[in-house]
């Protein structure tokens, strides 16, 4: 392994830059990727970056590019991250894949958790970057019209970011005539329903929540640690779940005793007891894992904690219009008509309710149900705050009802501002924007320092 980065939360490391860092965890005796070099510029990072490239076959070890970050640590916070997920102050810089041509055998379907449709490709093994590679994924029906790719096909197959198989396109000139463009379904390829295809876009769906496909993908992903966080029950153990007619959907989960998973394959006394725990557990999740791990279409994890901090309850949602659920800010008129149709379902309705037979929560944290103090407002964070990371800060305005923004207006409420500011202050100055710290912003969300 190698070692690139420290968390010490609530302590000053004293550590300026990146690689200044790597110089101490070396000096600590942990090991450090010899290669890495501070540059001054982009172009000097390019030009170190191809030196690296022709390092590849001389390595011990498997690398598909270089991270490239922002040498001064100081300036993480300020630069931030989009979607609390990725950095501003780092990227990685790919190199160019390997590719190889094989033959594309078959496209088959894919029926996943809300319906979609998905199409992809079963090929003649080949292998990559010393990984055999058997099948590809082609998304949908638009793109592979737009590739011309056709079954019988010779193609090109890579692995995006030396992971996922990928077909860049067809050898055409192998092709013969006897191959035809391909057309998606008109009924589902598990269930046989008539395929829905919304004009406005890209994928086809099956309508039937009963789908097989559908009910393995949904139980599937309401378990992920994304959603319910059910640790234990992944694709074989609910496929197993499925054959035995224990469950019909995730509702059943929460009827399962120790007993009846003993009669399964690959469950021990132990094991069994430890599944049915984790599944009790899980009723303690708040609403927004619920709305998450229901797969309701277009509502990502994002969208589910707007609309249950927004709405507080499944039942407040569930009475909610089209417009009111498009209405909360992030959300969005698509999502909107997607949560209400969803609520309509007289099968999904009968879903929620043995769900609430069961005793899950159904309702968010006390802070998100209670007073919105800062609802309607938006506020800008810059700099260190005392005591509160950049993600608690937005969590506490969040969850007090308001809306964290990256950048400033005249729209912005206010902005909260922590140790070594950087150039929004006196942005916020010239907008005419209200500065408060981080105390101030407590108090406006009625919590305690």
């Known amino acids: ?24 965890l070396l000096a600590w005796g942990l090991p450090v990727e010899p290669h890495h070099t501070r540059v001054d510029g982009l172009a000097a990072a390019h030009t170190a970056i191809a030196k690296l490239q022709t390092l590849l076959p001389t390595l011990d070890y498997g690398a598909d590019g ?41 496209i088959r379907i894919n029926v996943g958790r809300t319906g979609a449709l998905n199409p992809y490709a079963v090929l003649e093994p080949v292998e990559i970057g010393g990984v055999t590679v058997s099948n590809a994924t082609l998304h949908n029906a638009e793109l592979i019209a737009a590739k011309d790719i ?10 995006a970011g030396e992971v996922i198989p990928q077909i860049l396109g067809p050898v055409k000139e192998k092709r013969t005539g006897a191959t035809k463009p391909f057309k998606m379904p008109e009924r589902c390829p598990t269930c046989g ?30 378990a992920g640690r994304s959603a319910m966080d059910i640790r234990g029950l992944g694709y074989e153990r609910v496929r197993a779940l499925l054959d035995a007619k224990l469950i019909d ?36 999740q708040p609403l927004s894992a619920v709305l998450f791990g229901l797969g309701i279409r277009h509502v990502g994890q994002q969208g589910a904690k707007l609309l249950a901090r927004h709405f507080g309850t499944m039942d407040a949602l569930a009475k909610a219009g089209a417009e009111e659920v498009g209405a909360v800010r992030g959300i969005g008129p698509a999502i909107g008509e997607a949560v209400v149709g969803f609520f309509k379902d007289a099968r999904n309705k009968d879903l929620l309710k ?22 309607d407002q938006t506020f800008v964070v810059t700099g260190t705050l005392p005591t509160l990371s950049r ?7 969040e969850g007090a009802g308001g809306h964290v923004s990256d950048s400033l207006s005249k729209k912005t409420t206010a902005l909260v501002v922590g140790a070594d500011p950087g150039s929004k202050l ?22 305690k320092p």
């Open 1 to 24: 392994m190698f070692t690139f980065q420290v968390e010490a939360p609530g302590l000053k490391l004293g550590i300026d830059s990146q690689h200044e860092l790597l110089d101490a």
């Open 66 to 106: 270089v991270a490239v970050k922002v040498d001064n640590r100081s300036l993480y916070a300020e630069l931030g991250t989009i979607g609390n997920r990725e950095p501003r102050w780092a990227v990685a810089r790919k190199f160019e894949p390997e590719v190889q041509v094989t033959r594309l055998l078959e």
């Open 150 to 159: 056709r079954e019988g096909d010779w193609v090109e197959v890579t692995r």
């Open 193 to 222: 329903s008539p395929v829905e295809h919304p004009p406005d876009e890209a994928m086809s769906y099956c309508p039937n929540i009963s789908c097989p496909s559908r009910i393995l993908e949904s139980i599937v992903h309401f």
């Open 249 to 284: 959907n995730v509702a059943d989960l929460y009827e399962l005793t120790p007993v009846q998973l003993l009669t399964l394959e690959g469950f021990a006394e132990k094991s069994a007891q430890q599944l049915v725990e984790a599944i009790v557990d899980s009723k303690q």
């Open 354 to 375: 043995s769900l609430a037979k069961s005793g899950l929560t159904l309702k968010e944290t006390a802070t998100a149900t209670g007073p919105r103090p800062l609802a």
């Open 391 to 397: 993600q608690q800060a937005r969590d506490l305005i």
């Open 426 to 447: 006196e942005k916020a100055k010239a907008l005419g924007v209200e500065q408060i710290d981080e105390a101030e912003l407590l108090r406006r969300a009625n919590r």
